[in-house]
């Protein structure tokens, strides 16, 4: 007979496999449609499979190019996307680890006052922001273009990677930059040498949240930006709702599955030390 710590591992699997199959049906329902032809998907039902292989919705998402061509292709929507969020995680993670060391190793008057500034920042929701950060762009003179959307999400982002550090660096014993600064290294010495190098946990844990933010980002896209300066999100929703006279679900679902394989495999090359960096940190401070 199986004994109770078997029957409730047994029910345990159970339970996640039904998860499993309820958030991996979606994803299913997408690929198999993005590969059929529409005859196959009126005649059809969502689970079938396709008769054969087809990637002609893909090319067309693609480049508007195959049979039944598209006004609004991904192409060029996809690398705005990659100017937008390669420079916005890379200057803000880079912010974010220097505020955080900032404010854990060298202390100084007030830098509780100022970690709490960075952590309501957390909490101000997308909208708040909007008419501000638009008169601002329009001030800089960078409304519609990358680097306006590369500011605001470098901004909106700061109070993530602010607290994501802190917290990881809190953790870091404090004898460490003395005895660095007894031996004459300075501020970003310090940074350089002994802190960054052993802060690649944290800093695969911020490259990952926000990548996965600005990338699939809608409504900053579609307030700060417009036409050919569009990120990719802005440009599905546009394939989808401005497409031919023929609602084309095969091409909808290829364009959506092409938007979203980049945080896909962000999260295929590095999940594994998201939860251990996330996690970094988290005991002490």
């Known amino acids: 007979m199986l004994n109770k710590k078997k029957v409730?591992?047994?029910?345990?699997?159970?339970?996640?496999?039904?998860?499993?199959?309820?958030?991996?049906?979606?994803l299913y329902v997408m690929v198999v449609t993005s590969l059929k032809t529409m005859n196959e998907i009126r005649e059809?039902?969502?689970?079938?499979?396709?008769?054969?292989?087809?990637?002609?919705?893909?090319?067309?998402?693609?480049?508007?190019?195959?049979?039944g061509t598209s006004d609004v292709f991904l192409k060029p929507y996809f690398f705005n996307s990659l100017k937008i969020a390669i420079?916005?995680?890379?200057?803000?993670?880079?912010?974010?680890?220097?505020?955080g060391y900032a404010l854990?190793?060298?202390?100084?008057?007030?830098?509780?006052?100022?970690?709490?500034?960075?952590?309501?920042?957390?909490?101000?929701p997308y909208q708040a922001i909007l008419l501000p950060m638009a008169r601002t762009l329009g001030l800089l003179g960078i409304s519609n273009s990358p680097v306006g959307l590369i500011l605001v999400h470098t901004v909106y982002g700061l109070?993530?990677?602010?607290?994501?550090?802190?917290?990881?660096?809190?953790?870091?014993?404090?004898?460490?930059?003395?005895?660095?600064r007894i031996d004459g290294a300075g501020f970003f010495k310090i940074f350089f040498k002994i802190i960054l190098p052993i802060s690649i946990p944290i800093i695969v844990v911020t490259v990952i949240w926000q990548f996965t933010q600005v990338w699939n980002d809608f409504l900053f896209g579609a307030t700060f930006s417009f036409g050919e300066s569009a990120p990719i999100q802005v440009?599905?929703?546009?394939?989808?709702?401005?497409?031919?006279?023929?609602?084309r679900y095969n091409v909808d679902m290829a364009a959506?599955?092409?938007?979203?394989?980049?945080?896909?495999?962000?999260?295929i090359l590095a999940g594994n030390y998201f939860i251990k960096g996330l996690t970094a940190g988290s005991v002490k401070g």
């Open 256 to 267: 959506a599955i092409i938007t979203g394989i980049p945080t896909l495999i962000v999260y």
């Open 87 to 99: 420079p916005a995680l890379i200057i803000s993670t880079f912010l974010g680890a220097l505020n």
């Open 44 to 67: 059809g039902n969502l689970f079938s499979l396709p008769n054969s292989i087809n990637f002609e919705s893909w090319k067309i998402a693609w480049t508007g190019r195959g049979e």
């Open 8 to 26: 409730s591992r047994i029910f345990l699997f159970l339970v996640l496999g039904i998860f499993v199959f309820y958030y991996i049906t979606p």
């Open 159 to 180: 109070g993530f990677t602010t607290l994501f550090f802190r917290n990881y660096y809190v953790s870091i014993s404090d004898e460490m930059v003395r005895a660095a």
């Open 235 to 247: 440009a599905l929703n546009n394939l989808v709702l401005t497409g031919t006279a023929v609602k």
């Open 104 to 124: 854990t190793k060298w202390k100084f008057k007030g830098a509780n006052l100022i970690f709490l500034l960075f952590l309501f920042g957390t909490f101000i």
